[in-house]
């Protein structure tokens, strides 16, 4: 079987495909290489081949066996086995998943050479709280490949959960740097870290920054941005970004979203009529069952409980 262009040999695949390049910073130590075993990239490239040419169940045959032929399994071909296809197959999860358990419990973080196997291991663990086994993973990916994005935020996560947000941050702000993401800056690591450890300014900053660089076009994207202005104290700030968005927005779900956090910014400026104001006003009220209830929860928050309790008896009256 002829190798293509695309299956190149696993060093090239790991400087590509993880993002591990030449380095821009010349503190850097230039050109990155994954130190990983001969037979192994081998083995996981022919297996890539044959997922590629032939199908899962040749290629899922091919990597088993090699897997079952050893006493103690290779982690990165279990790791490569499950990424690729223990979401699609219950066989594989009942026969392997116990392996990957077994190593996340006995093996060593350090005895891994290839980045992106620590970093799925780190995910597995992060994701069922197993938070020092996860951090020890993390590190390891980071540390085999310092230069790719997913590697330094897995790393800063882990910290985060630990209560390390100090060092957290500084490993987030140059994966944020490496790769920015603007569309998902709100949910990111970086910015739970922000919040939590109140750094407004740099909050705001950073928020700014990449709404301007994701277009700020979908109402989405614009009440992400305007939560983080209210959380910085400047809900007037947000009030503008929000009102020039809903002179422009036609699409109802993104339309509700705006009229919504709008009126939170004119509530963190005790503004309770003008906030319920601009709810009622807009022709979405009356079929729209959200704009309902964020004025009842206006309502509620001016102390008036019985109208409150009037338009959600109404709500609960009209549920379909």
């Known amino acids: 079987m002829a190798m293509q262009e695309s299956s190149r040999p696993l060093w090239m695949e790991a400087r590509s495909e993880r993002n591990s390049t030449e380095s821009t910073d010349s503190t850097k130590s230039g050109t990155y290489r994954e130190r990983v075993p001969a037979q192994t990239a081998a083995t996981i490239n022919l297996f890539r081949l044959l997922l590629k040419e032939k199908g899962s169940e040749e290629a899922k045959a091919f990597l088993s066996a090699a897997i079952d032929s050893s006493t103690h399994p290779d982690?990165?071909?279990?790791?490569?086995?499950?990424?690729?296809?223990?979401?699609?197959?219950?066989?594989?999860?009942?026969?392997?998943?116990?392996?990957?358990?077994?190593?996340?419990?006995?093996?060593?973080?350090?005895?891994?050479?290839?980045?992106?196997?620590?970093?799925y291991l780190a995910?597995?663990?992060?994701?069922?709280?197993?938070?020092?086994?996860?951090?020890?993973?993390?590190?390891?990916?980071?540390?085999l490949n310092p230069h790719d994005y997913a590697n330094l935020s897995i790393h800063g996560e882990a910290l985060a959960a630990l209560g390390k947000y100090e060092e957290a941050e500084r490993i987030l702000t140059e994966s944020h740097r490496i790769e920015p993401r603007p569309d998902l800056f709100r949910y990111s690591p970086l910015c739970d870290v922000l919040i939590h450890r109140c750094n407004f300014r740099k909050l705001e900053e950073l928020a700014k920054e990449s709404y301007e660089k994701s277009g700020g076009s979908s109402g989405s994207e614009v009440s992400e941005y305007s939560d983080i202005l209210m959380m910085c104290g400047k809900p007037g700030e947000a009030l503008s970004v929000l009102k020039e968005a809903l002179s422009q927005e036609t699409d109802t779900w993104e339309r509700v979203d705006l009229l919504v956090t709008a009126s939170k910014a004119l509530c963190q400026q005790k503004s309770f009529d003008s906030a319920r104001e601009l709810l009622r006003k807009d022709p979405l009220y009356e079929e729209e069952r959200v704009l309902q209830l964020e004025c009842a929860n206006i309502l509620a928050r001016e102390g008036r409980a019985e109208e409150a309790a009037r338009i959600l008896a109404k709500l609960h009256d009209t549920a379909e």
């Not at 690729?84 to 060593?108: A, C, M, P, V």
């Not at 995910?123 to 540390?143: I, S, T, V, Y």
């Open 75 to 119: 982690i990165d071909l279990l790791v490569e086995l499950c990424t690729r296809l223990l979401h699609t197959d219950e066989d594989l999860d009942t026969k392997y998943w116990q392996h990957l358990r077994n190593f996340i419990s006995e093996g060593e973080a350090s005895d891994i050479e290839r980045s992106g196997t620590a970093y």
């Open 123 to 143: 995910r597995q663990c992060l994701d069922r709280d197993n938070l020092w086994k996860g951090l020890a993973f993390a590190r390891r990916a980071h540390a």
